[in-house]
């Protein structure tokens, strides 16, 4: 990892396990060229840093109004795993950002780096039937996105946005300001195809941006630009 706060952060995820999580000890520690390695890499001196923390939640949500004091970082999050008020199985966010201290507004981030795009794991016809429902209620796809995105690779960007859709219903926890952000390297062919494609079933862009890496590393280590260099040397 990149820093020894940032090590830190990745030992107290680890120490503070949530019910049902993904989160694989082993693997985040064996390959710090996958995504979630990089999603700490790239978050988690924000996570202690104010100026690094606002300017993230300026980037993600520029039409949310911010207070400093209420905005944190958290990695491999979900509001509940497998609960029916969302979207029934053990979808997370890699990373979410979370503002407010009322009912808050998520900005949960998929991180991408040398993956390829494929097709995502069928579910159950009961549990597809249930997510498309929650697509269906949120009005936020124009007619005929079945069949540009079920069998597709678009699918897992599908249901990852669907969580931040899901949490939507639930005004007394979170926003209608919460939204869901995929990001990637400028140099990933596969993942920028999958945003652009993804971009067009859409109704709305407002609960769904595409970022790259470049866009968002200057903001991320807005409070030093010499890691911001070392995330630069390694990733980009």
Request: charged share 25%; hydrophobic share 40%.
């Amino acid at each position: 990892f990149l820093s020894p706060q940032i090590w830190d952060v990745v030992q107290k995820r680890i120490a503070e396990p949530q019910p049902l999580q993904t989160l694989d000890p082993d693997r985040l520690r064996r390959d710090l060229l996958s995504s979630m390695p990089m999603a700490f890499n790239l978050f988690g001196e924000a996570t202690a840093n104010p100026e690094a923390r606002l300017a993230l939640a300026q980037l993600f949500a520029p039409d949310v109004t911010l207070d400093p004091a209420h905005v944190d970082i958290v990695f491999e999050w979900s509001p509940q795993r497998r609960s029916p008020m969302y979207t029934r199985d053990r979808t997370a966010f890699d990373v979410a950002i979370r503002i407010g201290d009322g009912p808050q507004t998520v900005v949960g981030i998929e991180t991408k780096y040398h993956e390829d795009a494929k097709l995502d794991r069928e579910a159950s016809p009961e549990q597809q039937d249930f997510l498309i429902g929650i697509a269906e209620s949120s009005g936020a796809f124009k007619p005929g996105w079945q069949d540009k995105v079920l069998a597709t690779p678009l699918r897992q960007v599908w249901r990852d946005h669907l969580l931040a859709l899901s949490m939507r219903n639930h005004p007394n926890l979170w926003t209608s300001a919460t939204r869901y952000v995929l990001i990637y390297p400028a140099g990933n062919c596969s993942y920028a195809t999958v945003a652009a494609e993804y971009q067009a079933v859409l109704a709305s862009s407002e609960s769904f941006r595409a970022l790259t890496l470049e866009q968002v590393v200057d903001s991320a280590f807005a409070h030093d630009k010499h890691l911001a260099e070392s995330f630069k040397s390694r990733y980009l």
